[in-house]
């Protein structure tokens, strides 16, 4: 699957180390409610990202902080030997787990995503080992 949200490809270049984006998501979300960033700019979803999540990642059980209804999916991007550009979209635990014991760096990128309004951003970044 090569579709990756817009923080994830500006990331790319700065490393593998862990990284937690936490600070970076509240800001977005100060910008939106002070009126400074258009909600439909922060739910500019890449279509197969949102059809990934509404139909095979499970709910986290968290309220999406834009349209507050408790639909948010963690969606992860796995970049690494093999994984081609784009890296690989992984829904389950299971498969972090198998690509993380084959040979090489893996960097694995936590994505939230709103299955209702298409809320998005990312949450972490941390090196698979
Ligand atoms: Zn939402």
Redesign the pocket.
Known sequence: MQFVPHLVKSDLTRGTGEVDYRLQRRRLLSEIDRGLVDPAEACDIHPELLRVARNAAPKSGED?P????E?IRLVAYVFGPRLGAGGKCVISDEELQRISRRQGKFVSYEVEV?A????NHLLRRYPLE
């Open positions: 999406c834009l349209c507050l209804k639909d709103c209702t309004c298409g809320w």
